[in-house]
Nanobody, 126 residues
Framework: QVQLVESGGGLVQAGGSLRLSCAAS????????VGWFRQAPGKEREFVAA?????????SYADSVKGRFTISRDNAKNTVYLQMNSLKPEDTAVYYC??????????????????WGQGTQVTVSS
């Protein structure tokens, strides 16, 4: 069973930065594409970014975070990161990571992801 654990959230002022981590246990994350999603109070969970399982660097970002967020992975550490710069109050949400249900694929639909972590809160003050 894939288990993912997010960390790195916190309170930051607008314009600041945070780096989130998504660590896997019980399996090798390098076989899976991984995505970050977020959910603000009263809103649907939305896609933020994803990175392909292979080392070619293929990524995808929501328009709202392009140029500010960077997703990366360190397969030696079995971890995926989300570097968030120039944070805005509207980035406030619980951030979740998840892995594609099927290894060796790169699918971006929410239903294509499973093994959701418990989430980490990011709060950006104005």
């Amino acid at each position: 069973q894939v288990q993912l654990v997010e960390s790195g959230g916190g309170l930051v002022q607008a314009g600041g930065s945070l780096r989130l981590s998504c660590a896997a246990s019980g399996y090798t994350l390098s076989s899976y594409s991984v995505g970050w999603f977020r959910q603000a109070p009263g809103k649907e969970r939305e896609f933020v970014a994803a990175i392909i399982w292979i080392g070619d660097g293929t990524t995808s970002y929501a328009d709202s975070v392009k140029g500010r967020f960077t997703i990366s992975r360190d397969n030696a550490k079995n971890t995926v990161y989300l570097q968030m710069n120039s944070l805005k109050p509207e980035d406030t949400a619980v951030y979740y990571c998840a892995a594609n249900r099927i290894p060796y694929t790169f699918s971006l639909g929410r239903a294509d992801f499973g093994s959701w972590g418990q989430g980490t809160q990011v709060t950006v003050s104005s």
